[in-house]
């Protein structure tokens, strides 16, 4: 492992503990094993270093959709994955500290997660519809794309899941929840 994914680590570690506003510089450095000069070698400041890390955070979770939408047919199946996939692996980024100070301090940052989060919610939106015609035939697709966008980031966000006490992971069970509710036919 280079010196940058070392650093680019030891963020999600502290971050998933402390949050985004909590750790310092020099704990970074510490936690990487590296001295504070060499973290200023690779990044200009810990904003910098807390970009990279959500950047190769959305790096990996997009080489992870394209593999789930290669592979799956099931497009529920697919969904509830990529929900399992974020509970998991992005731990770092759901938990409640990391909202708040995503809400509070980063909201440039959570503009750039959402912009991720639509361009590949739209392939995974449109294997739905087009897994099921039959019972969507009536709907326009533009008209259905937006309003499963607009529930999704309306409550997969910092604000609301913070302002209801919910967590991330309970939250996504309730969309997934739903959505399999909406998308499955009834026998």
């Known amino acids: 492992m280079d010196i940058r994914e070392r650093i680019i680590n030891a ?4 971050t998933l503990n402390q949050g985004l506003r909590r750790f310092t510089m020099d704990a970074l450095a ?32 997009a080489a992870e959709v394209k ?3 290669m592979g799956e047919q099931n497009p529920l199946v697919i969904f509830n994955n990529l929900l399992k ?7 770092f980024v759901i938990n409640p500290a990391t909202l708040n100070d995503l809400r509070l301090y980063y909201p440039q940052l959570w503009s750039k997660i959402d912009a991720f989060r639509l361009k590949h919610l739209h392939s995974v939106l449109n294997r739905l519809m087009a897994a099921n015609p039959s019972l969507l035939q009536d ?17 997969l966000n910092p604000d609301f899941i913070l302002e209801n006490n919910l ?6 069970r ?10 499955t036919s009834p026998s």
């Not at 963020?11 to 502290?14: D, E, F, Y």
């Not at 709907?139 to 409550?155: F, S």
Request: net charge negative.
């Open 11 to 14: 963020c999600r570690g502290l």
């Open 30 to 61: 510490s936690q990487a094993g590296v001295s504070k000069r060499t973290v200023y070698r690779y990044f200009d400041s810990k904003e910098a270093v807390i970009e990279a890390t959500l950047d190769d955070f959305m790096q990996r979770t």
């Open 67 to 69: 593999q789930m939408l």
């Open 85 to 91: 996939y974020l509970c998991l692996q992005g731990q």
């Open 139 to 155: 709907i326009d697709p533009r008209v259905l794309t937006a309003v499963l966008t607009a529930v999704i980031q309306n409550v």
């Open 167 to 172: 967590t991330f992971e309970e939250t996504a």
């Open 174 to 183: 309730q969309l997934s929840l739903i959505f399999s509710t909406f998308f």
